[in-house]
């Protein structure tokens, strides 16, 4: 079987690593959910664009993953969901007794809870069409710890437990439910900060990507959206499909340390 036709729904899909895991779904023929919480001309722009270049059906829902409900309308609107890919997160670091209450919430809400609501809302639906996909994108973080980042941790902990609980809830199901956890993936996110940190150690470009981003990741190279995209399909296929409640680390070797 192939996941041409399937609808997919990507949270947070208007950049970096949902863009790029929706593109590689649409390439591969499924049709596409896009999401986040703006509603901006640019926001449909790109999944005009998207529909066009790969022949598949491409649709931008807003919805605002930190708001319970806004996850599950997400889920309701988008009609079908053979595949589910919960991405949508947020960062933020401080040492933890300075650590804002109110980011804490939020990236537990958006990093966390969210896809509790949008699989709990999914999960009927891929019963009913007989066949489900979930991916949750986790981090290396999911697996280890780094200092000031307590809620970040904490989160991707969370959803690779609730990856394994999914799993089991839908074992004997043709569903299955597993965690990416990528390393550092050069996302607009990332390259924004590098000419920051290029100021603050003096250093050119390629030495503040290996010596001092790519510190923890032992290949010293950035995992792409593409390669997550790739993985995400694979997990899509019929070789995956006696693969379930597992992580995959894309991650150039980190959590091998
Ligand atoms: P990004 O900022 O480019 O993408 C985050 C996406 O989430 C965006 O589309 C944003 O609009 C969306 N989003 C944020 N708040 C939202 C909300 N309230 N409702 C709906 N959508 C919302 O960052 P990214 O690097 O592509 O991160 C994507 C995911 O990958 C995150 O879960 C992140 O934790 C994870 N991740 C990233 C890296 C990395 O190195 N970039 C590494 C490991 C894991």
Not at 5 to 23: E, P
Not at 68 to 89: H, P, Y
Not at 149 to 177: D, N, R
Not at 183 to 190: D, E, I, K, N
Request: glycine share 8%.
């Amino acid at each position: 079987m192939t996941i041409s036709g399937k609808t997919a729904v990507v949270t947070g899909s208007n950049s970096g690593i949902g863009l790029g895991v929706a593109r590689e779904l649409a390439r591969a023929g499924a049709n596409v959910v896009l999401n986040s919480f703006t509603d901006r001309d640019e926001d449909h722009a790109i999944a005009a664009e998207m529909a066009k270049e790969f022949g598949v059906d491409v649709r931008y829902i807003q919805a605002d993953m930190s708001k319970a409900e806004e996850c599950r309308a997400l889920i309701e609107k988008a009609g079908a969901c053979d595949i589910l890919v919960n991405n949508a997160g947020i960062q933020h670091v401080a040492p933890i007794e300075q650590f804002p209450t109110e980011k804490w919430d939020a990236i537990i809400a958006i990093n966390l809870s969210s896809a509790f609501h949008t699989t709990a809302a999914a999960l009927p639906i891929m019963r009913a069409a007989g066949w489900g996909r979930v991916v949750n994108i986790a981090s290396a973080h999911g697996l280890t710890a780094s200092p000031y980042k307590s809620a970040y941790v904490a989160a991707k902990h969370g959803i690779v437990g609730m990856t394994k609980s999914v799993a089991l809830e839908t074992a004997e199901e043709p569903i299955t439910c597993n965690a990416v956890c990528p390393g550092y993936v050069l996302t607009p996110l990332v390259e924004a900060q590098i000419p920051d940190t290029m100021e603050k150690y003096n250093m050119g470009r390629d030495e503040v990507i290996k010596k001092v981003m790519l510190e923890r990741q032992p290949s010293r190279e950035f995992a792409t959206v593409e390669q997550l995209g790739g993985t995400v399909n694979f997990l899509c296929s019929d070789a995956a499909a006696q693969i379930t409640g597992t992580t995959i680390s894309v991650d150039g070797g980190w959590t091998a340390l």
